[in-house]
């Protein structure tokens, strides 16, 4: 019961505020925009744009006492200076040249070298033992220690006589051994390489190993040619003899089944 007699209480002291406060209506269509409800106008922007606009309109009006002219200042330009262009002046025309030739020139005429006489002093056929064949101007000379002496011939020597070398007559010259089958280069081995290489040496009086081999003929397989030459050149001792030698002999190289 008391809590019901409160809330009426209340509720009686509310309506009561109600009725003891005044009722305000704004006439002003100006102040009922200015007022928080008035944002939910559309037209409230409107309505303030077109004050301002008539504000700054009436502004114009009122504190302009005369409209602005447009001024136009015309640029100056500075006079352009004549060019004056170098006259034009016309190509010399080059003096024709005259072409000479060789016979119209008097100091060249007639002045082609002619062949000098060669001349030969040899002495007098009648005091020499041999006669001196001479071609050509010759200048006689009866005195000898005039005479140059005649060229000296070069001698070559003679090449020592080919002799053929066998298997059978190697220890007659020396230590000569001939390469076996366990001797047979592998490179050739592998490739299946057979064949006969023809050599000549030739031998210094001094013996010793070959100075010179050359290889006459060929097997076709370059591993068996350069172990021919470097057997014979390293493997190959020679005697001592009177004179220089010169051989000729063959290495088979072949291979078993």
């Known amino acids: 019961m008391h809590s019901a007699s409160t809330r009426f209480d209340i509720r009686m002291s509310a309506q ?68 004056v262009l170098p ?14 030739r060789p016979e119209d020139i008097p100091d060249m005429q007639d002045t082609a070298p002619q062949p000098s006489a060669v001349v030969v002093v040899a002495a007098d056929a009648s005091k020499v033992p041999f006669a001196v064949p001479v071609v050509g101007a010759t200048l006689v000379s009866s005195d000898l220690r005039q005479v140059s002496a005649p060229p000296k011939l070069a ?28 001797d047979y280069p592998q ?7 057979t064949g006969d290489v023809i050599m000549v040496i030739e ?11 050359i290889v006459e003929k060929g097997s076709g397989s370059e591993y068996l040619d350069a172990h021919a030459r470097d057997w014979v050149r390293t493997r190959w001792k020679f005697n001592p003899s009177d ?12 291979l078993g089944i």
């Not at 209506?25 to 004050?51: F, I, T, Y």
């Not at 136009?72 to 060019?83: G, L």
């Not at 490179?187 to 390489?193: D, G, S």
């Not at 031998?203 to 081999?213: D, I, K, Q």
């Open 16 to 83: 009561a505020a109600s009725t003891a406060l005044p009722q305000y209506r704004l006439n002003s269509e100006l102040n009922r925009q200015c007022l928080p409800s008035a944002e939910r106008d559309p037209n409230r922007k409107v309505a303030w744009m077109n004050a301002i606009c008539l504000a700054v309109l009436g502004v114009g009006v009122f504190m302009t006492k005369e409209p602005a002219k447009m001024v136009f200042v015309p640029e100056v330009y500075e006079t352009p200076q004549e060019i």
């Open 87 to 100: 006259a034009v002046t016309e190509p010399e025309t080059p003096e024709e040249t005259e072409i000479l």
């Open 155 to 182: 001698v070559v020597p003679k090449p020592p006589q080919l002799n053929i070398l066998r298997y059978s007559e190697r220890g007659n010259y020396g230590d000569l051994p001939w390469p076996s089958a366990r």
């Open 187 to 193: 490179e050739a081995q592998a490739r299946r390489e």
């Open 203 to 213: 031998v210094g009086r001094e013996g010793g190993a070959p100075r010179e081999v």
């Open 243 to 254: 004179a220089p030698k010169r051989f000729k002999f063959m290495f088979t190289y072949q």
